[in-house]
């Protein structure tokens, strides 16, 4: 079955690679902490003979390798970021948090990054080997929960001489990952007021506590108000201390406010920073504001998405065996039938009830239900054209997020579904440089979209990556 080049070639790297994604499920690090992440990833390019660019863009914990000599460039985009709160023994169906701090791999991201570095060396060896001039990279992203990297990496210059980019999300679905996202931005509103005595003198306390409680109503009744695809979802960050007999005199409150493009953001944002300049009228304290992070929706592209589609196809599912499913079907009975069903429904595929892994690739006229979150993938899709798949790594139903997601990151079927996926952009990267009418016409089609709507950086002035920032407050 793996009778084209680039598939040999990634089967002859990936067992290093299975090991790599092993190894950073062993080593959970939150948003912009992925330190030893990224030194192994660092090192992986530097085993590989990649010219590496540590440090990206002074991003400490992102990196760059290059490989390859002139021609186009192609990127393929990996991740290794984990999560707080969703640590989990490994293949076990059953809540059983691992010791430490609770952080754990659940959205697959050790697969993420794994995957896409062994489709970036399959495709070094394979301009090498065919002597076809052209440069791959390999992008160590990190933060992509909580810390948006790849807008400040677009914004600050990493990608200006790339030509396209390649990358993909591990998925209950093998398949073209449908470019469905919203923008979103995160900011921090942190009130100040005045402490005292909340009995002995509560005339001469200004409560930044209230304030956050009025804007979040006052939010709360915007919500009837707004598009139909806006989300807006908030947390307590400093609720202003233990003592309710203190009058509090600072809380912070971070918002999570999602639309569907950034002009809709931004004026989703404006109308939410009165509400807050409201509440501080209302309850005389003062507010500041601080944007942690801001990503665009995702740009599609027809001509990338044919070319992904094709090498899915070629390819076929995913080789899973019966030991495979057997394991998944462990995990199913962990979720609910409307878990299930609605995986099925997101995917846009009929139902098969007991099926536990995916055994097909997704058909590109798949009707998929909209249920959409957010991916900082969307600033690199709006600066060069960009195409993802998504990879089956877990079984039917689980849902993002969850113990059970962590549980199966190093089974033999996700390591299978990895691989996989890896041959498949390895192969959209190789139809590119065969063929330069591919790229020029996914450059001209993101030129065209780019004439009627231009992309605008959906960070403000001045924003930094919020490196020291902690995901677990
Ligand atoms: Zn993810």
């Known amino acids: 079955m793996n009778t084209e080049e680039i598939w040999r070639l990634a089967d002859a790297a990936k067992g290093p690679m299975i090991e790599l994604s092993d190894r950073i499920w062993g080593m959970p690090e939150l948003c912009y902490n992925e330190h030893r992440s990224c030194a192994e990833h660092t090192k992986a390019l530097y085993d590989h003979g990649f010219r590496v660019t540590e440090n990206l863009t002074g991003i400490p914990t992102a990196v760059m390798g290059e490989a390859g000599e002139g021609g186009p460039v192609i990127a393929i985009l990996g991740e290794y970021d984990a999560l707080p709160g969703l640590s989990q023994e490994s293949g076990v169906a059953e809540p059983r948090p691992t010791p430490g701090d609770g952080t754990g791999h659940g959205c697959g991201h050790n697969l993420l990054g794994s995957a896409s570095m062994l489709a970036a060396i399959a495709v070094k060896d394979w301009l090498k080997a065919n002597n076809i001039p052209g440069r791959v990279r390999y992008y160590g992203c990190p933060a992509e929960e909580g810390g948006a990297a790849k807008g400040f990496l677009v914004r600050d210059g990493a990608f200006d001489d790339v030509d396209m980019a390649i990358c993909w999300h591990p998925s209950a ?111 005389e304290t003062k507010v500041e504001t601080r944007v942690i992070s801001a990503v665009s929706n995702l740009l599609g592209n027809k001509v990338l998405e044919e070319v992904m589609q094709r090498n899915l196809e070629r390819l076929g599912p995913v080789p899973f065996d019966d030991l495979d499913r057997a394991r998944a079907a462990e995990f199913q009975a962990t979720l609910s039938a409307e878990d299930i069903s609605s995986a099925w429904r997101r995917a846009g595929v009929p139902e098969r009830k007991g099926v536990s892994l995916c055994d097909i690739v997704v058909p590109r006229d798949a009707k998929p239900e909209k249920m959409i979150g957010s991916t900082d993938v969307g600033d690199v899709s709006w600066k060069v054209p960009t195409v993802q798949a998504r990879g089956a790594t877990y079984a039917i139903g689980t849902p993002g997020h969850s113990w059970q997601l962590t549980g199966q990151g190093k089974l033999p079927a996700a390591h299978k579904g990895m691989v996989h996926v890896a041959k498949a952009m390895a192969g959209v990267a190789v139809d590119a440089f065969k063929d330069p009418a591919t790229l020029a016409a996914a450059k001209a089609e993101h030129a065209e979209r780019m004439a009627v709507q231009p992309y605008v950086c959906p960070l403000p002035e001045g924003a930094k990556p919020a490196l020291g920032m902690s995901l677990a407050v």
């Open 173 to 283: 679905f093998h398949g073209l990952n449908e470019p469905l996202s919203l923008a979103n931005t995160r900011i921090d509103f942190t009130f100040t007021g005045r402490a005292s005595h909340a009995a002995a003198a509560p005339h001469l306390g200004r409560s930044a506590l209230d304030a956050v409680e009025l804007m979040s109503v006052g939010v709360n009744y915007m919500r009837e108000h707004m598009p139909s695809d806006a989300r807006i979802h908030y947390a307590y960050l400093d609720a202003g201390g233990v003592a309710p007999n203190v009058v509090q005199p600072k809380a912070t409150v971070r918002y999570l406010i999602r639309a569907r493009d950034v002009t809709e953001l931004n004026q989703l944002v404006t109308r939410v920073r009165k509400i807050s300049d409201g509440a501080a009228l209302m309850t």
